[in-house]
């Protein structure tokens, strides 16, 4: 199904909300619209995938969402806050803080250990060491990476394994919004059924309002709601799973 029904309490305008978003880009002596009066919510607890052929605008929706990309028109809100006004300051702070990002490439760190890559991110945050590499170390444990494996470094790793400490690491900072690009495209099927399951057990567990693109749409079951990107529009996907 293609709208499940959104976890009780859910407020969207606690996760992520784009208004009536526009956005072009320069092209010659014109300009090529990328997003066309996109309006979506996604609510804490909430995963919903948005599919879409190459070109359609999936990557620049991720880009608008992560604050990487100012509109030409419209707004975007992350927690209920807005963030058209931001400085270029503010705005990291504000993706450092609320906002985590799974890429299509793991991009780890060759050198350091899967818990290390978390470490990383925790201190850019501050605090307590011994807390933070303690959380990094639940954090892997819940994406099923326990033990030994989390002192692997990631040519150790397999590419499902190098995909859950990027979820892990994603997550290490608590993000209102989780932004996921194409996670499955290095996978197999069963290995992307396993990552897939993974996000969305994840998205409720730490309550992220999560958007993700993606092209497999053999793998779009465990999404609580299915949107179809065409030349900059978004819309509800007619069917499941043939039409997406």
Partial sequence: MTDRTRPAAADPAAGLVLRDVVLSYP??????????????AVAPGELTAVVGPSGSGKSSLLAVAATLLRPDSGQ??????????????????????????????????????????????????????RAA????????????????????????????????????????????VLLVD???????????????????DATREHTTATLLVTHDRALLDRADRVLSMQDGRLEPAARFPDSV
């Fill in 27 to 40: 092209d010659g002596g014109s300009r090529i619209t990328a997003l066309d009066r996109v309006g979506l």
């Fill in 182 to 200: 194409e996670p499955t495209s290095a996978l197999d099927h069963e290995r992307g059924a396993r990552i897939m399951a993974l996000l969305a």
């Fill in 133 to 176: 590499r303690a959380r990094a170390e639940r954090l892997l444990d819940s994406v099923g990476l326990a033990g030994r494996v989390q002192q692997r470094r990631p040519h150790q790793l397999s590419g499902g394994e190098r995909q859950r400490v990027n979820i892990a690491r994603a997550l290490y900072s608590r993000p209102t």
């Fill in 76 to 129: 975007v809100l992350v927690g209920g806050q807005e963030t058209g006004a931001l400085s270029a300051k503010q705005s990291t702070a504000l993706r450092r803080k609320h906002i985590g990002v799974v890429f299509q490439q793991s991009n780890l760190l060759a050198s350091l250990t899967a818990v290390e890559q978390l470490l990383v991110v925790a201190h850019l945050s501050g605090g307590d060491r």
